[in-house]
């Protein structure tokens, strides 16, 4: 079935799956957020029907409050929510983003990593992500700096891969907050990153945000594109071993992706020997 889960309590998939009685129920499902189609098993679930136009001037964050709080009702009672539209790849999963940035308290970007983590097929419009921007504004304390810039939303799932986005230094990836890096990985990382959006400067050290890829002793490194270069970080002088600093379990792991056949592993096939040779084989 057509149905990812997002958080606890919280699945989001595709009007198809909100058809699928037993299935949902097999899952836990008490709740559903019905946000375009018919609703199916009204005597079995109960429903919060908002439909919504996939446009960027639909009013989506008008939504957002009476949303977070039939999901917040349906977890106090110990329900399961199941969050829907169409094809769940716009409408749902920017509900879904701004459900994690309510309950979470975090900016757009960690929360769109989040989902994008578990349902890796989003591509919510450029509407519903500009609306995100001002629900970031209300969820974060006052006077914080927003985690990803105007400019910066239409390239939102490249920057997911490769971390955050700089409010000092438009269109530069850098990495998340809160993520330990070396000293020493410093200047090769600045290399990595500032190639932006596209593939990692050859010869430049390419990091993975992946699950996996902080292994001792393992090269870390980073698919952002097809044709990205696969690097190992430089090793400790003293002690041979690799600086590579733990990284958030985020994004996938393209090596692991590029065995299971998935739209990133095509893109970041040619590196499985790399992989193999880092210890991901």
């Not at 990091?207 to 980073?222: E, H, T």
């Not at 690799?242 to 996938?252: N, Q, V, Y």
Request: aromatic share 4%; with cysteine.
């Amino acid at each position: 079935m057509d149905c990812s889960k997002i958080d606890e309590g919280l699945f989001l998939g595709s009007a198809t799956a909100s058809k699928k009685l037993d299935e949902l129920q097999r899952l836990g499902i008490t709740h559903i957020v019905n946000l375009a189609g018919r609703s199916w098993h009204p005597g079995s679930f109960e429903y919060l029907v908002s439909h919504v136009e996939d446009a960027p001037d639909s009013d989506l964050l008008g939504r957002l409050p009476g949303i977070f709080a039939f999901v917040d009702a349906a977890a106090a009672g110990g329900g399961r929510v199941f969050l829907h539209c169409s094809g769940g790849v716009s409408r749902s999963p920017a509900v879904a983003i701004g459900i994690v940035m309510h309950r979470r308290r975090v900016g757009l970007l960690e929360a769109f990593r989040v989902v994008k983590s578990r349902r890796g097929g989003i591509k919510p419009n450029l509407g519903f992500l500009k609306q995100l921007l001002v629900l970031e504004e209300r969820v974060l304390p006052a006077g914080s700096a927003p985690s990803i810039l105007e400019a910066n939303l239409p390239s939102i799932a490249k920057i997911c891969a490769t971390g955050s986005t700089s409010s000092a230094t438009p269109g530069r990836p850098v990495l998340a907050s809160g993520v330990a890096r070396s000293a020493k990985l410093d200047a090769s990382l600045e290399t990595a990153m500032n190639a932006g959006a596209g593939c990692a400067k050859s010869g430049s050290v390419a990091m993975d945000a992946g699950p996996g890829c902080a292994k001792a002793g393992s090269a870390a490194m980073m698919a952002v594109g097809p044709g990205c270069a696969a690097r190992s970080p430089p090793s400790d002088a003293a002690g041979g071993k690799s600086s590579a600093p733990e990284f958030p379990r985020s994004c996938a792991n393209p090596c692991e992706e590029s065995r299971t056949g998935s739209a990133t592993g095509a893109a970041c096939g040619e590196h499985t020997a790399a992989c193999a040779g880092a210890g991901w084989s």
